[in-house]
């Protein structure tokens, strides 16, 4: 059974699940703004890897993730492009899936929306201001983190500490009493979007929409709780102290993943390049690719990534393609026991993704060193490459059919005349087809959806 870290006590124990054989799990998911950056893709993969594994490893995951579609990045993006708020979250979030497939990400179990859930968002501020947790400010309802005992336990730091190295936002947030409270209900002002409550119209914060949403899907107590590492303070610490304040069981557990820095070991956000950009990155390098850069690193470990690194990930993906198309003559066998058990005992271990890749090498060599046992060798590959990596590589001879391949040949055309409309319009029907469509050096790349 894999054995993880666990934020909050900072054990790397095993699961218990709360239902035996089940694991309910949480997942923060994007505001759909349209910055999606290679952050965003280090934490879908990591999770969707650890998804996988752990439904290979014979558990049944519910994997609930939310779209966050009101916000105040989605306002401000409304009001510069000239459309509503609605619309500005339709196209982003069209763009998210749109990335999470070319990445070979899973859909969540569920994905609920931030907007569907205000009633009971509503619900949840007015029961924290019945119980003395929240009160009005002039601009929104706040939470009192001086009412709630424990607060600081995911931070690991106490109240002092963590008002010491706190910055009051003066200008946002007018109505708080204390730097650490936080806004559960915003206030409208005129033009903004809005929804009836007993303050007045307003809209929810962003820390209520995981407490109410990972509730409602997965039942107190469900048994992790995952998101990157920045979300862990204050957003992560915001939603316990809300479940915690209203009497309810949260999360059993935690893990977090680490940043994406670059060379110099700084945070990268978007304003580094164009090799932060997740859409630009992906224009450049197959999701596959960023697949294993991603898992080259341990998933606390912050991830540097430079043009280096992405040509490391890139020959290491093309070593192991080259070993499936080698291995395509060889007979039918079952996995090697000894190569399986390696690669689980790594990922066992605090899901260590870096070792379990060095156990796939390693058998790739053997089988090139050893010709008898390369179908066993080559099967095990293959395993635990698709089952637990969501890492897919050419088993089989691919072929698309006319229709696909003329398809990708007038999209070609059109690109190479400058005509993105159209090549756009046949990226969309490619994928309605099933296929993930990518853009390789020597034009356009399409495979079946893994
Ligand atoms: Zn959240």
């Not at 319009?425 to 993930?436: C, P």
Request: aromatic share 8%; net charge negative.
């Amino acid at each position: 059974m894999l054995a993880l870290l666990d934020t909050a006590t900072g054990q790397i124990t095993p699961f218990e699940p709360r239902d035996p054989g089940q694991l309910s799990v949480y997942l923060c998911g994007p505001t759909v703004s349209g910055v999606f950056h290679l952050g965003h893709g280090r934490y879908a993969i990591v999770w969707d890897t650890l998804r996988r594994y752990l439904t290979w490893s014979g558990l049944e995951v519910r994997f609930v993730s939310n779209i966050t579609d009101i916000e105040d990045k989605i306002i401000a993006r409304a009001a510069e492009e000239g459309r509503s708020t609605d619309e500005v979250a339709a196209r982003y979030e069209a763009q998210w899936w749109e990335l999470m497939d070319a990445l070979d990400v899973l859909r969540p179990t569920v994905d609920p929306h931030a907007t569907a859930y205000v009633d009971d968002m509503v619900q949840l501020v007015s029961d924290l201001v019945a119980r003395g947790h929240a009160y009005e400010g002039a601009d929104g309802v706040y939470f009192s983190t001086e009412s709630l005992p424990g607060y600081g336990l995911l931070a690991h730091q106490d109240l002092d500490e963590l008002r010491a190295g706190a910055r009051v936002e003066v200008d946002q947030e007018a109505g708080k009493r204390s730097p650490l409270d936080f806004v559960l209900w915003k206030k409208s002002r005129p033009g903004e979007p809005a929804w009836p409550s007993p303050w007045g119209p307003g809209r929810p914060g962003w820390h209520t929409e995981c407490v109410v949403m990972s509730l409602d899907l997965l039942g107190e107590g469900f048994d992790l709780h995952l998101g990157g590492l920045d979300l862990m303070f204050p957003h992560h610490e915001n939603e316990r102290a809300q479940a915690v304040a209203v009497g309810k069981a949260f999360a059993q557990r935690w893990a977090h993943n680490g940043m994406v820095v670059d060379e110099r070991g700084e945070k990268m956000s978007k304003s580094v390049g164009n090799i932060s950009s997740l859409p630009e990155l992906l224009e450049h390098y197959e999701g596959r690719v960023l697949r294993v850069l991603v898992l080259q690193a341990h998933y606390r470990s912050p991830m540097r990534v430079t043009p280096e690194a992405l040509d490391h990930a890139q020959g290491a993906l093309s070593r192991m393609d080259n070993f499936a198309r080698e291995a395509r003559g060889l007979p039918v066998a079952s996995p090697d026991p000894g190569t399986l058990a390696r690669f689980k005992w790594r990922m066992d271990d605090d899901f260590d993704t870096p070792g379990a890749l060095a156990v796939i090498f390693g058998a790739v060599r053997d089988a090139r060193a050893d010709p008898a046992r390369a179908p066993a060798l080559a099967a095990a590959v293959r395993e635990c490459c698709e089952e637990a990596l969501g890492l897919f590589l050419p088993w089989e001879e691919e072929s698309v059919g006319k229709e696909v391949a003329d398809l990708i040949a007038k999209r070609d055309a059109a690109r190479a005349r400058g005509d993105w409309a159209e090549a756009d319009s046949i990226r969309s029907a490619l994928q309605a087809m099933g296929y993930v469509v990518e853009d390789g050096p020597e034009g356009t790349v399409a495979r079946r959806q893994g």
